[in-house]
C-alpha cells in the first residue's frame, strides 16, 4: 500500500505556500541595473559621538557618580557660574555631588552617505551610562566629534529636549534635527581619477564581480563616443588598447578609470554607469529564513540528498528521480530530490513552517542539503 504522501504528491499541481514561500527563478532574464547590486566607495553613513550631560530629569539622573559631578562643575564653570575650588585651584565637587537631575550620556549623531554641510541639521540618538531614565530630560550644548578617537576636530553641536520612546528603553532617547553640523563633511567617491564600485553583500562573489568587471569592459554596444574609448584604454567604439578600464580587486571591489572627458564631470558618468544593466546569475542554490517572521524563501535549484525524514507522526523518503517515493531498498537513485518539492509535500498535509525550519536545519547540519542556508 502506498503512503499517503506519495498519493498526494502525485496529485499535487499548483506549488503550494508553507507560511510565506518563495521560489526563486534561475536567472534574472532582463538582468539588474548597476546601481541596484553596488554602490559607489565613499557613499557611507558615518558616526559622530561625543559625552554630554542630560539635566532636568526627574531624580532619575546619576548617582553619586564623580565624573558626572565633575562634568556638571566644569560646565557651570565655562558658563561662569559661581564654582568654589579648593587649595590646589581645583574645582570643589561638594556643591553638585547632590545633583540627581543631572545624568552623563554618550550622544551619536548618523551623516548619511551623501555627506553633509555646514548647518544640515541631524537626528540624535542619546543613551544614558548610569541614569534610570531620561524621561523628561534636556541636553546640554554637547560637542560632537568624529568616530576616530586621534581626530579631535568638532563636527558638529548637539542639544534639545530629549524623547524617550514608549515602546523602547526609558535610558535611551532622541532628538529630531538636535545636531547642527559646524564642519562640512563631503562624500568622497573618487581618487586619482578612479572609483571603486563595492557590491552589495547580498550579490558579492567572485562570479558577479566578474561579471559588471566584464560589461563595463564592454560597453561598446552603448552610446559612448572614440574620445572616452582612448582615453580608458578599453575596445569602445572600435578603439583597442591594452589597458583595461574596469577591473575586479576582489569579490566585492571593483575599480573603474574615470575616462578622460569625463574627468571634469564625473557625476555625469557616474549616473551613466550606474544604469549600466548587468546579466547575473540568481541565488537558486539558497534557502532564506526569517523565523521571526514565518518566511522561508527556497531557491529551486536547492537539493537533498534521498533521506528518510521522521518528524512527529510523518515519515517521509526522499528518494530518486526528483520525487518523493515510498520507502524502498533501491540504492541506485537517478538523482537527488528538490527541496522544494519536500516543502510542497509538507505543505500538503499542513505542517507548519515551525516545523519545516526545523526539518531544513536537521538537513543542513546532517550535510543532506545542497544549497547555503541563510539566516536572517
Known amino acids: 500500500m502506498k503512503h499517503p504522501l506519495t498519493q498526494i504528491f502525485g496529485h499535487m499541481v499548483a506549488v503550494v505556500v508553507i507560511g510565506v514561500l518563495v ?21 557611507e553613513s558615518n558616526t559622530l559621538q ?13 548617582s553619586d557618580a564623580l565624573p558626572t559631578s565633575r562634568a556638571l562643575a566644569r560646565m557651570m564653570q565655562l558658563m561662569g557660574g559661581p564654582m568654589a575650588t579648593d587649595r590646589m585651584g581645583n574645582l570643589d565637587l561638594s556643591d ?26 541631524l537626528d540624535v ?15 546640554m550644548l554637547t560637542p560632537l566629534l568624529g568616530p576616530r578617537s586621534d581626530n579631535p576636530t568638532v563636527y558638529a553641536m548637539a542639544q534639545g529636549r530629549l524623547a524617550v520612546s514608549r515602546d523602547g528603553p526609558a535610558t535611551t532617547a532622541s532628538i529630531q534635527g538636535g545636531a547642527k553640523m559646524e564642519a562640512s563633511v563631503p562624500a568622497v567617491f573618487q581618487k586619482d ?5 563595492v557590491l552589495e553583500r547580498d550579490f558579492a562573489s567572485f562570479d558577479t564581480a566578474q561579471r559588471v568587471e566584464d560589461e563595463i569592459n564592454n560597453l561598446s554596444s552603448l552610446t559612448l563616443s572614440d574620445s572616452l ?28 578609470g574615470i575616462p578622460e572627458v569625463y574627468r571634469d564631470n564625473p557625476i555625469k558618468f557616474i549616473s551613466f554607469l550606474l544604469g549600466t544593466t548587468i ?18 524563501v527556497i531557491g529551486r535549484d536547492v537539493e537533498i540528498a534521498p533521506v528518510l525524514v521522521t518528524h512527529r507522526n510523518l515519515r517521509i523518503d526522499a528518494g530518486g528521480g526528483g520525487g518523493f517515493t515510498q520507502v524502498s531498498d533501491k540504492s541506485d537513485v537517478p538523482s537527488n530530490a528538490k527541496l522544494k518539492s519536500l516543502a510542497d509535500a509538507l505543505n500538503a498535509l499542513d505542517v507548519p513552517t515551525d516545523d519545516l525550519i526545523a526539518i531544513i536545519k536537521t538537513l543542513k547540519r546532517k550535510g543532506d542539503l545542497y544549497g547555503e542556508v541563510v539566516f536572517q
Open 125 to 139: 540618538t542619546v543613551n544614558a551610562i548610569s541614569a534610570k531614565s531620561l524621561d523628561g530630560g534636556t541636553l
Open 193 to 197: 581619477g578612479k572609483l571603486t564600485l
Open 23 to 43: 521560489f526563486n527563478q534561475t536567472v534574472f532574464a532582463e538582468g539588474l541595473k548597476l546601481g541596484d547590486l553596488c554602490r559607489v566607495k565613499g557613499q
Open 96 to 121: 553638585v555631588a547632590d545633583a540627581k537631575n543631572v545624568a552623563m550620556v554618550f550622544v551619536n549623531a548618523r551623516i548619511p552617505p551623501a555627506g553633509a554641510q555646514s548647518g544640515d541639521m
Open 229 to 256: 574609448a582612448r582615453s580608458s584604454g578599453n575596445s569602445i567604439g572600435g578603439v583597442k588598447s591594452s589597458r583595461t578600464w574596469a577591473k575586479a580587486i576582489d569579490q566585492l571591489h571593483i575599480e573603474v
Open 50 to 62: 561625543g559625552l554630554g550631560l542630560v539635566v532636568g530629569l526627574r531624580g532619575t539622573g546619576d
Open 279 to 296: 546579466q547575473i546569475n540568481s541565488h537558486s542554490n539558497r534557502v532564506v529564513i526569517n523565523e521571526k517572521d514565518g518566511v522561508v
